[in-house]
Each structure stands twice: as C-alpha cells, then as structure tokens.
Nanobody, 122 residues
C-alpha cells in the first residue's frame, strides 16, 4: 500500500514563495507520472502540475504557469513543487499523487495523502 506524505505548507504573504515536498513509501513512483493537485475551501480538487516518469515532460494548469515549478527525484521517491509569486487564490490544501492524462485532463491514481495547507494572505 503506497503512502503519500506532503509537507512544506504554511502561511505566506502574497508575492512570497513556498516549496512543497511529497514523499512516497511502500511503492516506488519511478514508474508513474506524478502530479500536484489542490483543493480550496468549498471547491472541487483541481489539477496543478504534473511531471512524467523521467521528468522529460511537464504540464501546468494555466493558473500557475510561470509561477510554479514541479520537479522529482526518483532515487529518493520525492516530488516537489516550488511556488513563487503566490497569490491569495492559491490558498488551498495541496496534495500529490500518481497521475495519468486522458483527453488532456490529469487524473489521480492512488489514495490521497493528508495534504499540506497553504495560506496566502493579501
């Protein structure tokens, strides 16, 4: 059973930066694309960013393009999300998961971890 543990969230002012990390145990994720998703209060969970198994291809939601950077270290089973120029609308719980793209939409593959809370103040 894979376990995903996200970390690195916190409270930051608009324009600031945070770096999120996600560690997977119980199963290597070197064989999967990995993604970050987020869920804001009262909203559906949404796709944020994804990176293929080798890291050779990356995709971002339009809302975060140019501000967020996804990366991965397959040797450590870790995927990261560098978030710069944060905006209040980025406030959400952020989750990582294995991901698969179909029809231009990214879907999660595993059970969700606890997530990490990001709050951006204006």
């Amino acid at each position: 059973q894979v376990q995903l543990v996200e970390s690195g969230g916190g409270l930051v002012q608009a324009g600031g930066s945070l770096k999120l990390s996600c560690a997977a145990s119980g199963r290597t994720f070197g064989g999967y694309a990995m993604g970050w998703f987020r869920q804001a209060p009262g909203k559906e969970r949404e796709f944020v960013a994804a990176i293929t198994r080798s890291g050779g291809s990356i995709d971002y939601a339009d809302a975060v393009k140019g501000r967020f950077t996804i990366s991965r270290d397959n040797a450590k089973n870790v995927v990261s999300l560098q978030m710069d120029s944060l905006k209040p609308e980025d406030t959400a719980v952020y989750y990582c998961n294995a991901a698969s793209a179909r029809g231009g939409t990214w879907y999660s593959l595993w059970s969700w971890g606890p997530g990490t809370q990001v709050v951006v103040s204006s």
